[in-house]
């Protein structure tokens, strides 16, 4: 079967090349092996080993295959009108290339999966500077927002109404989420996508991966791949709200057949839309490589350090009326200051023509603070004794203080894999897993306070500590029946020991120790219907452990339960074959989904003393739905258009939601209980989709536009209008110019403007809900995170 629709190439395209992939001494087909035009991923191959590249640039091109524990193959083709088809066959115990290492946790088209997989190009030509989410904003299902309304900062991503604490990171296979919240925080890892050679979105619980469980996706980010040849590059961008990106990029390429060398240094900076919510990040990603015959060793290390203005509090909506870019916090030094360090070593040994094994180290440290100015705050609780002016006790006091996470995550991952070389190919599998430790320290400082009375500079008013061990075991198998079914198998055994041990911010004793063991089992099957589509049909199951507040913020005697979810999916998949040189091609693909859940965590609308949303645990809810993405090129690819649109129902079958109960001043006098039925779960829009129409009107140049609709989101469960983000579209106009002069490899030039028709719309927001009494004006406690108006993003581009 062919591959999904491909990027277009910039030089113009005159035909296509397929063909099929064998295994060279039993010549049985070799299904996934990765199909790379001149150094570009361009796809792999399907069920029973075929590709096809549908558009081949005029000129000489390196075509180059590659699958786990076999040589690369490379060949020379010469993009010409006439289509051209090529058998190849590759001869077990090659090295192990960075595109295989990932195959571990990735899906194909035998795994009976949903999934996008977006390409280094493709990520290339979205990226101007924007946080990561951004880059996969037109990916069916995913909603992104951004906390300083310019998508630089502290941003967010939900896929089919999850957040990213139901979202598995990992980049390289091993876990990014953060072992307590579970959220991933991108603002940690500026301009990661510049060094990115592949993202896969699997939706839905997709395979197992190490980690948490995904309850609505995993993004699964690769950097492993390397380049042949020497290079240089630079991307410069600058825009509106004194937006700056400047990164350098290097590589030596492969020194003596052997060694590999490649870095990147970025900066990036904004003022941000919202009133003085600047962002200061930088980053570095470092990797050497070494690579012989069937073994392969690489270490890489990558940083991200951020200080950023907090606009985390949103913006109310009684300002957002009169003033949409107002922020709360005044204070000059109201920062988040963080800085997280990665370091990886990755080892790939051939062990024979069947088998083959990757393993990786990992340490992640983390460390940072934020910082805030707190008024007439309670002595008492910063542990500072009263004090006696005057005749008069002063237990009150204006301060500024610090909280801080102190932070490592550590452990191993591995993968052996079998891919029989002396059989029919039909059967491969894969056995891994890894161990995780997390060991994190949680305080708070008073740097500073107007009466502080004996306290010393720094007071340090609360710690607790917290470790976290995570295992898990799986063991996944694809087996091709016939050559048109496929089976796909997938069990997982996970176990968390989590503990913590101390005093919260509010004094209060949080020890606690939780064990859990889940046990996720999943399977599904491929159909191909003929060469050009295929159908399939899976069952998956993930069970996930609460996050630390459900365990610092609920009463001991009422613990959170962990929860679970079933997820079906079914899907059909469509890819046309170029027939001929101006023939169009074709993609479609429909993804049908239902996702049960079990003790699904969701908020209550109660309140604890702090002020903190509490959780609690529904029976039963749902989500389920259609998902399309289709697509389409002409002219070579010239012009294409592609769309996705998810339409959903995101229900809870029963709650009781707990409301408060406000007087004129806002304070609490009472809570309110009422049942509800059928209602919709919180930030779960009813239809997302994306368009794209990009087109070459010149040899070199490529314009795109971009637009984005979302649905109605409620802020809370109540499916209330009052406490809701109302739908939006926003339309993005992307350009791109490439020129090819004599003395450098290339120059491009780009520009992104952002909310082309200027709409003002919000993407997130949250609520504290309630009621009032009568005689209160307020009628709720909505607070929203506005997007930037039109603006603009340039960049230019030099390649060496």
Same mark, same amino acid.
């Given at each position: 079967m062919a591959?999904?629709l491909?990027?277009p190439?910039?030089a113009r395209?005159?035909?296509?090349?397929?063909?099929?992939?064998?295994?060279?001494?039993?010549g049985?087909?070799?299904?996934?092996?990765?199909?790379v035009?001149?150094?570009?991923?361009?796809?792999?191959t399907?069920?029973i080993?075929r590709?096809?590249?549908p558009?081949?640039p005029?000129g000489?091109?390196?075509l180059?295959i590659?699958?786990?524990?076999?040589?690369?193959?490379?060949?020379?083709v010469?993009?010409?009108?006439?289509a051209?088809?090529l058998?190849?066959?590759?001869?077990?115990?090659?090295v192990?290339?960075g595109?295989a290492l990932v195959?571990?946790?990735?899906?194909?088209?035998?795994t009976?999966t949903?999934?996008t997989?977006?390409?280094?190009?493709?990520?290339?030509?979205?990226?101007?500077?924007q946080?990561?989410?951004y880059?996969l904003?037109?990916?069916?299902?995913v909603?992104v927002s951004?906390?300083a309304?310019?998508?630089?900062g502290y941003?967010?991503?939900?896929?089919?109404g999850?957040?990213i604490a139901?979202?598995?990171?990992?980049?390289?296979g091993v876990?990014l989420?953060?072992?307590?919240?579970h959220?991933?925080?991108?603002?940690n890892l500026?301009d990661?996508?510049?060094?990115?050679?592949?993202?896969q979105?699997?939706?839905g619980?997709?395979?197992?991966q190490n980690?948490?469980?995904?309850?609505?996706a995993?993004?699964?980010?690769?950097?492993?791949?390397?380049?042949?040849?020497?290079?240089?590059?630079?991307?410069?961008?600058?825009?509106s709200y004194?937006?700056?990106k400047?990164?350098?990029?290097f590589?030596?390429g492969?020194?003596?057949?052997?060694f590999?060398?490649d870095?990147r240094l970025?900066r990036?900076?904004t003022?941000?839309?919202?009133?003085r919510?600047?962002?200061?990040?930088?980053?570095?990603?470092f990797?050497?490589?070494?690579q012989?015959?069937?073994t392969s060793l690489?270490?890489?290390?990558?940083?991200?350090?951020e200080k950023?203005?907090?606009?985390?509090?949103g913006?109310?909506?009684?300002?957002?009326r009169?003033?949409?870019?107002h922020n709360?916090f005044?204070y000059?030094?109201q920062?988040d200051?963080?800085q997280?360090n990665?370091y990886?070593?990755h080892f790939?040994?051939?062990?024979g023509p069947?088998?083959?094994l990757?393993?990786?180290?990992h340490?992640?440290?983390?460390l940072?603070?934020?910082?805030e100015?707190?008024?007439?705050?309670a002595?008492?609780d910063?542990?500072?004794a009263?004090?006696?002016?005057g005749?008069?006790?002063i237990?009150?006091?204006?301060l500024?203080?610090?909280?801080?996470?102190?932070?490592?995550?550590?452990?191993?991952?591995?993968?052996?894999?079998?891919?029989?070389?002396?059989?029919?190919?039909?059967?491969s599998?894969?056995?891994?897993?890894?161990?995780?430790?997390?060991?994190g320290?949680?305080?708070?400082e008073?740097i500073w306070?107007r009466?502080?009375g004996t306290?010393?500079?720094?007071?340090?008013y609360?710690f607790?500590?917290a470790?976290k061990?995570?295992?898990n075991?799986?063991?996944?198998?694809t087996?091709?029946?016939m050559p048109?079914?496929?089976l796909?198998?997938?069990?997982?055994l996970r176990t968390i020991?989590?503990?913590i041990?101390g005093?919260?911010?509010d004094q209060r004793?949080?020890?606690?120790?939780a064990?859990y063991t889940?046990f996720?089992?999943?399977?599904?099957l491929?159909? !191909? &219907?003929s060469? $050009?589509?295929? =159908?399939?049909a899976?069952?998956?199951?993930g069970? +996930? *452990?609460?996050?630390?507040?459900d365990?610092?913020?609920?009463?001991?005697?009422d613990?959170a339960?962990?929860?679970?979810l079933?997820?079906?999916?079914?899907?059909?998949?469509?890819?046309?074959?170029?027939s001929?040189?101006t023939?169009?091609?074709w993609?479609?693909?429909?993804?049908?989904f239902?996702?049960?859940?079990?003790?699904q965590?969701?908020a209550?609308g109660?309140?604890n003393?702090?002020?903190?949303?509490?959780?609690?645990?529904?029976?039963?809810?749902?989500r389920?739905g259609?998902e399309l993405?289709?697509?389409?090129?002409?002219l070579?690819?010239?012009l !294409? &258009?592609?769309? $996705?649109?998810? =339409?959903?129902r995101?229900?809870?079958?029963?709650f +009781? *939601?707990?409301v408060?109960?406000?007087?004129e001043n806002?304070t609490?006098?009472g809570?309110?209980e009422t049942?509800?039925?059928?209602?919709?779960i919180?930030?779960?829009?009813?239809?997302?989709?994306?368009s794209?129409?990009?087109?070459e009107?010149?040899k070199?140049?490529?314009v795109?536009?971009l637009?984005k609709?979302v649905?109605?989101?409620?802020?809370d469960?109540?499916a209330?209008?009052?406490?809701?983000i109302?739908p939006?579209q926003?339309?993005?106009l992307?350009?791109?110019?490439t020129?090819?002069?004599?003395?450098?490899?290339e120059?491009?030039?780009?520009?992104?403007v952002n909310?082309l028709?200027?709409?003002?719309?919000?993407?997130n927001?949250?609520?504290f809900g309630g009621?009032?009494?009568?005689?209160t004006?307020r009628?709720?406690?909505?607070?929203?995170?506005?997007?930037?108006?039109r603006?603009f993003?340039?960049?230019?581009?030099?390649?060496?």
């Amino acid at each position: 079967m062919a591959l999904p629709l491909l990027a277009p190439v910039a030089a113009r395209a005159q035909g296509a090349v397929s063909g099929t992939v064998n295994d060279a001494r039993s010549g049985a087909p070799l299904p996934g092996a990765t199909i790379v035009l001149d150094g570009m991923v361009v796809g792999a191959t399907d069920a029973i080993g075929r590709f096809a590249v549908p558009a081949v640039p005029a000129g000489s091109h390196e075509l180059r295959i590659t699958f786990l524990g076999y040589e690369a193959l490379a060949r020379q083709v010469q993009g010409q009108a006439a289509a051209q088809q090529l058998t190849t066959a590759l001869q077990p115990g090659g090295v192990l290339t960075g595109e295989a290492l990932v195959t571990a946790t990735r899906a194909n088209e035998r795994t009976a999966t949903t999934y996008t997989t977006v390409t280094k190009e493709e990520l290339e030509k979205r990226n101007f500077g924007q946080d990561l989410p951004y880059l996969l904003d037109q990916t069916p299902s995913v909603v992104v927002s951004s906390d300083a309304g310019t998508g630089i900062g502290y941003t967010g991503i939900r896929v089919r109404g999850t957040d990213i604490a139901g979202i598995n990171v990992t980049i390289n296979g091993v876990p990014l989420n953060d072992a307590e919240s579970h959220g991933a925080f991108f603002v940690n890892l500026p301009d990661l996508a510049s060094s990115a050679s592949s993202i896969q979105v699997q939706r839905g619980v997709g395979t197992s991966q190490n980690g948490g469980s995904a309850f609505g996706a995993s993004i699964n980010i690769g950097t492993l791949d390397f380049r042949r040849e020497a290079y240089g590059e630079t991307q410069n961008t600058h825009g509106s709200y004194n937006t700056w990106k400047n990164n350098v990029s290097f590589g030596t390429g492969l020194i003596g057949g052997r060694f590999t060398l490649d870095g990147r240094l970025s900066r990036l900076r904004t003022d941000g839309y919202i009133d003085r919510a600047e962002s200061d990040l930088k980053s570095y990603y470092f990797a050497a490589g070494y690579q012989q015959k069937g073994t392969s060793l690489k270490f890489i290390t990558f940083s991200g350090r951020e200080k950023t203005y907090q606009a985390w509090n949103g913006v109310p909506e009684d300002s957002l009326r009169t003033n949409r870019r107002h922020n709360d916090f005044t204070y000059d030094n109201q920062t988040d200051n963080y800085q997280q360090n990665h370091y990886q070593l990755h080892f790939s040994q051939d062990l024979g023509p069947d088998w083959s094994l990757g393993a990786a180290l990992h340490l992640t440290r983390g460390l940072g603070y934020y910082e805030e100015y707190k008024t007439e705050e309670a002595l008492a609780d910063y542990g500072i004794a009263p004090l006696t002016l005057g005749g008069t006790v002063i237990e009150n006091s204006d301060l500024i203080r610090r909280k801080w996470l102190d932070n490592y995550f550590y452990g191993a991952t591995y993968a052996l894999n079998y891919q029989p070389a002396q059989t029919d190919g039909r059967l491969s599998a894969t056995l891994g897993g890894g161990w995780n430790r997390y060991d994190g320290d949680h305080y708070g400082e008073v740097i500073w306070a107007r009466y502080a009375g004996t306290s010393e500079i720094r007071q340090r008013y609360y710690f607790n500590e917290a470790r976290k061990t995570d295992f898990n075991v799986f063991l996944k198998a694809t087996y091709q029946v016939m050559p048109r079914l496929g089976l796909f198998g997938d069990v997982q055994l996970r176990t968390i020991d989590y503990r913590i041990k101390g005093l919260d911010d509010d004094q209060r004793d949080v020890t606690t120790r939780a064990e859990y063991t889940f046990f996720n089992p999943k399977a599904g099957l491929t159909y !191909t &219907l003929s060469e $050009t589509q295929n =159908v399939y049909a899976s069952f998956a199951v993930g069970q +996930r *452990e609460p996050v630390r507040t459900d365990f610092t913020d609920r009463p001991a005697t009422d613990r959170a339960k962990a929860e679970r979810l079933h997820d079906v999916e079914a899907g059909y998949r469509f890819r046309s074959i170029r027939s001929t040189e101006t023939s169009p091609m074709w993609r479609a693909e429909l993804t049908y989904f239902f996702m049960d859940y079990r003790n699904q965590l969701v908020a209550t609308g109660q309140l604890n003393d702090v002020g903190t949303a509490l959780r609690t645990n529904i029976p039963s809810s749902y989500r389920t739905g259609i998902e399309l993405s289709a697509g389409a090129g002409w002219l070579q690819n010239r012009l !294409t &258009l592609s769309t $996705t649109l998810t =339409v959903s129902r995101n229900q809870l079958r029963e709650f +009781r *939601e707990v409301v408060a109960i406000y007087d004129e001043n806002y304070t609490v006098v009472g809570t309110q209980e009422t049942e509800l039925r059928n209602s919709t779960i919180s930030y779960s829009p009813a239809v997302v989709s994306g368009s794209s129409v990009e087109g070459e009107p010149l040899k070199g140049l490529r314009v795109a536009v971009l637009y984005k609709t979302v649905s109605r989101q409620f802020l809370d469960n109540s499916a209330t209008d009052t406490r809701s983000i109302k739908p939006y579209q926003v339309a993005d106009l992307r350009v791109r110019y490439t020129l090819r002069p004599a003395w450098v490899k290339e120059i491009e030039l780009g520009l992104l403007v952002n909310n082309l028709f200027s709409r003002e719309y919000v993407a997130n927001g949250y609520t504290f809900g309630g009621i009032y009494q009568p005689g209160t004006d307020r009628q709720s406690f909505n607070y929203f995170y506005p997007q930037a108006t039109r603006n603009f993003l340039a960049s230019v581009g030099v390649k060496f």
